[in-house]
């Protein structure tokens, strides 16, 4: 399988009054096209600033030290693959929710409440598809059936051919600010509306013409997520990453959003990358998981391999912990809590908790290695951490 | 089995008020009608979506809020049956006079905004002992220390603030405050859901031992399915302030009647690979409490929906030993399941 997205080595740090936050220690993952991939941990352990760090909207303390964060997109340059890291802000202004878009975990903080949801979702169309929309508008003012006055008609013609051409000109720049003049985004507007429409009726949302209009507020929490799922999807993304995408919803509801994830995956998107805590939802949609803990990725795997096979004792303490719908007995919960990472464990960062703690845990922190068919393990245990 | 506590016809209605006068426009039907009776030394879970009236349940019940109408009969342990004390109507010193307030806890949600941020733990603990009973000095301290290690704390944790303290470390000391007194009945609200998966073993089972050693009896509110299916005895399932289904644990889980149950338990994301159910996904979200719909109030979403659903109000009827639903369909609901979705439910 083809590799889409790899982060090598990613160190993120916070520097909080308390201390430097070690908050990604060494992470490298490898998400491939068309897969699901699950990160997993509890909270604290790093899941969120690794893909905050990928998509390089790590917020204020925070800074990202070291690493490579590198993407393989569908252009002309696909074995070479893009670093993210070294890339200029502008080239991630037009990456972010364009070939790379982020789901958040609470559709209340994401979404704006004075603004109409058809503003919201219009907005990344405006932003990242002007050109095609430019030259479907040329396309419909040429065609035959055209009623507009045959001058006006003309002029916003060659208006939009040269918006097409370059949407950023500074000419247009100024037509924008210009009391009457500026009207020719009225159709860009119109047709970005268009499509806001037809990307809120396909995730299942009754009558969107008139949701369009409406505001946050005036939907539930799960059409809520919808909304910001259809945001992400606008400009149909390679990849899309979850942020807990469904924690804060009931039951009946997140049986809804995953569904729709599912079948979007299948039409389309090429992968996701999903974060949770809840390894339930992991069980039910990923193909692939990885298993972090304090800043660390202890295990990844593919999914049947992490559920029959863990090997890690993080890994198998965490699978432990969960209640089930057939165990019955005692929970067994792993002792102790998350580290603070201002102040890690040496070595190990589990090896507080691991029931088996050696020697060589305190002292040394283990690599990653092969512990089987497409199975990756951090553990002394598992022979992992010999050079 | 004795019962402690026994709800009968419970309404809990919130005003919406509005216009210039602040009058009442509207109500908000938190619970509608409730009966229900909880048995001593039993656990009680509660499950259902969120605004569906759980969190009211456990708050009417302890009378943190007063209820619109209907009673609450709370049978003590040295009381003789069929003398219950009606906690819904009694004036607040009769509450304080009989010491009701020490028998029936409540732990909360968050701990992290429960505690108050200002205190000591030990001073948290102390307050309701204080409440309750003269007691100072030493003597209280020992009492701290003693509920302390109940909840697998040590001394060391006498001296700390809140935010010194980790999430499960919290919800420790919010359950020792609860404990603090000597109560019959706890209320549990989502005492996990903060949490997270490691540390909510943990508490589940500290619950768990605590449950066994004091012979408490617990309501625990939940919305997660799994937890409510290890820690709890009996479960009632609510939707928009009524329960349709009430039953021993195994049994819901394992023949659950009510149409809203059956969606509910297909909708758990099973942490197994193997485990492949059929889904059976239900459109569209809760209805609004405001007004709620006419007839049975799932109707707007059931897929087995009747004439007679939208016009008639079902009844919790007793359908086998124990086990009650409020459904038109109880008898066929399996058969239409297994009709419209396929074999796998009907066989799970």
């Known amino acids: 399988m083809e590799t889409l997205l790899e982060t090598k080595d990613l160190v993120t740090n916070f520097y909080t009054y308390e201390g430097v936050v070690k908050a990604l220690n060494r992470v490298s993952m490898v998400v491939d096209h068309g897969t699901t991939f699950g990160l997993v941990g509890e909270s604290g352990c790093g899941k969120s600033v690794t893909v905050r760090s990928v998509m390089r909207i790590v917020q204020e303390p925070g800074l990202i030290e070291n690493g490579k964060v590198i993407v393989y997109l569908d252009e002309e340059d696909k074995r070479a693959g893009i670093d993210l890291l070294q890339q200029s802000e502008a080239y991630m202004e037009k990456l972010r929710g364009d070939q790379i878009s982020m789901i958040f975990q609470e559709p209340n903080a994401a979404l704006n409440p004075t603004l109409s949801i058809g503003d919201q979702v219009s907005e990344s169309f405006l932003f990242h598809q002007k050109r095609e929309m430019c030259t479907k508008i040329v396309d419909d003012l040429t065609a035959p059936g055209c009623r507009t006055f045959y001058p006006l008609r003309r002029l916003e013609e060659t208006i939009y051919r040269a918006a097409a051409k370059t949407p950023e000109a500074f000419l247009l720049k100024i037509f924008d600010r210009m009391p009457l003049l500026s009207r020719w985004q009225k159709r860009l507007k119109k047709e970005a509306k268009k499509r806001t429409v037809e990307i809120v009726r396909k995730l299942g949302i009754p009558n969107p013409e008139q949701v369009v209009d409406q505001f946050p507020h005036n939907l539930s929490g799960g059409m809520k997520q919808r909304i910001v799922i259809a945001i992400a999807l606008a400009c149909s993304p390679v990849l899309l990453i979850a942020d807990e995408a469904t924690s804060n919803l009931d039951v009946t509801i997140q049986a809804q959003i995953l569904d729709l994830?599912?079948?979007?995956?299948?039409?389309?998107?090429?992968?996701?990358?999903?974060?949770?805590?809840?390894?339930?939802?992991?069980?039910?949609?990923?193909?692939?998981v990885g298993i972090m803990y304090a800043g660390n990725l202890c295990e990844v795997a593919d999914v049947r391999e992490i559920f029959h096979n863990p090997l890690h004792p993080y890994t198998r303490a965490l699978l432990d912990a969960v209640p089930k719908l057939s165990a019955k007995g005692v929970l067994k919960s792993i002792e102790g809590n998350v580290p603070n990472l201002v102040d890690p464990p040496p070595g190990c960062r589990f090896h507080p908790r691991c029931p088996h703690t050696m020697d060589i845990c305190r002292k040394k922190p283990p690599k990653m290695m092969k512990t089987g068919n497409n199975h990756l393990t951090a553990c002394f245990l598992i022979g992992g951490g010999e050079e | 089995m004795q019962k402690i506590l026994e709800l009968k016809k419970l309404k809990k209605y919130y005003p919406i008020r509005g216009g210039v006068f602040r009058r009442e426009v509207n109500t908000v039907r938190?619970?509608?009608c409730i009966d229900l009776d909880i048995y001593r030394g039993e656990c009680l879970g509660v499950v259902g979506e969120s605004g569906c009236g759980k969190t009211t349940t456990g708050k009417t019940i302890?009378?943190?809020?007063?209820?619109?109408?209907?009673?609450?009969?709370?049978?003590?342990?040295?009381?003789?049956?069929?003398?219950?004390?009606?906690?819904?109507?009694?004036?607040?010193?009769?509450?304080?006079?009989?010491?009701?307030?020490?028998?029936?806890?409540?732990?909360?949600?968050?701990?992290?905004?429960?505690?108050?941020?200002?205190?000591?733990?030990?001073?948290?603990i102390a307050e309701p002992i204080k409440a309750q009973i003269p007691m100072r000095g030493r003597e209280l301290e020992d009492r701290v220390i003693e509920l302390l290690k109940m909840v697998g704390l040590t001394r060391d944790h006498l001296l700390r603030y809140p935010h010194e303290f980790s999430g499960g470390q919290r919800q420790r000391i919010a359950v020792a405050r609860a404990i603090a007194t000597d109560p019959e009945f706890i209320v549990l609200d989502e005492p996990t859901s903060a949490l997270d998966v490691s540390v909510q073993a943990q508490i589940l089972n500290l619950l768990k031992s605590l449950q066994s050693r004091l012979g408490l009896t617990y309501l625990f509110v939940t919305h997660h399915l799994l937890v409510v299916k290890y820690i709890s005895h009996r479960t009632a399932v609510m939707y928009l302030g009524k329960i349709v289904e009430i039953g021993d644990t195994g049994n819901i889980f394992k023949q659950p009647i009510h149409p809203y149950t059956h969606a509910l338990l297909s909708?758990?994301?099973?942490?197994?690979?193997?485990?492949?159910?059929?889904?059976?996904?239900?459109?569209?979200?809760?209805?609004?409490?405001?007004?709620?719909?006419?007839?049975?109030?799932?109707?707007?979403?059931?897929?087995?929906?009747?004439?007679?659903c939208r016009e008639q109000e079902p009844d919790l009827l007793e359908v086998e030993n124990g086990h009650a639903a409020a459904c038109h369909r109880h008898d066929e609901v399996e058969k239409l399941i297994y009709e419209k979705f396929g074999g796998s439910q009907a066989a799970a």
Do not use: W
Not at chain 1, 269 to 283: E, N, Q
Not at chain 2, 93 to 115: C, E, H, N, Y
Not at chain 2, 270 to 298: A, M, T, W, Y
């Open chain 1, 261 to 288: 994830l599912r079948k979007l995956k299948n039409e389309a998107i090429s992968s996701i990358l999903l974060i949770t805590h809840d390894l339930g939802v992991v069980a039910e949609i990923c193909d692939r």
């Open chain 2, 30 to 32: 938190a619970l509608d």
């Open chain 2, 62 to 124: 302890i009378r943190l809020q007063d209820p619109t109408s209907g009673s609450i009969l709370y049978y003590g342990k040295d009381t003789e049956p069929g003398s219950g004390l009606d906690i819904g109507k009694a004036k607040r010193s009769t509450l304080k006079r009989r010491g009701i307030r020490s028998r029936l806890q409540m732990v909360f949600q968050d701990p992290a905004t429960s505690l108050n941020p200002r205190m000591l733990a030990k001073h948290i």
């Open chain 2, 267 to 308: 909708g758990i994301p099973i942490p197994d690979v193997e485990h492949k159910q059929q889904r059976i996904v239900l459109s569209g979200d809760v209805p609004s409490p405001v007004n709620p719909p006419s007839g049975c109030r799932f109707h707007t979403r059931c897929p087995f929906t009747l004439d007679r």
